[in-house]
């Protein structure tokens, strides 16, 4: 598994906000770029109890994208074929 799941550190603050500029905090963060990756960051976390906050592009205005603690799952350089999903 190439994505780690990283601290969150001020090199990723821009990441604990979308375009509704509201902000949250979180522990952690990582960027899976494929399925396997994020089925073993969410097993991980899941073991651990830690809630998760998933992101795409953070364009949403509602503040859905903005993590209150525990980890950012950021799909943003996901490569998944999406509709093949449904």
Same mark, same amino acid.
């Given at each position: 598994?190439?994505? @780690?799941?990283? +601290?969150?550190? %001020?090199?990723?603050?821009?990441? #604990?906000? %979308?375009?509704?500029? $509201?902000? /949250?905090?979180?522990? $952690?963060?990582?960027? +899976? @770029?494929?399925? %396997?990756?994020?089925?073993?960051?969410?097993?991980?976390?899941?073991?651990? #109890?830690? $809630?998760?906050?998933?992101? #795409?592009?953070? @364009? /949403?205005?509602?503040?859905?994208?903005?993590?209150?603690?525990?980890?950012?799952?950021?799909?943003?350089?996901?490569?998944?074929?999406? $509709?093949?999903?449904?």
């Amino acid at each position: 598994m190439s994505a @780690t799941i990283k +601290p969150f550190t %001020d090199e990723f603050e821009e990441y #604990g906000r %979308d375009e509704s500029r $509201s902000s /949250g905090e979180a522990s $952690s963060i990582s960027f +899976p @770029t494929s399925e %396997d990756e994020v089925r073993a960051i969410l097993r991980q976390l899941h073991a651990d #109890g830690v $809630s998760v906050t998933v992101q #795409g592009a953070r @364009t /949403g205005l509602a503040a859905g994208a903005v993590p209150h603690g525990g980890h950012i799952l950021n799909l943003a350089h996901e490569s998944l074929p999406w $509709s093949s999903l449904r």
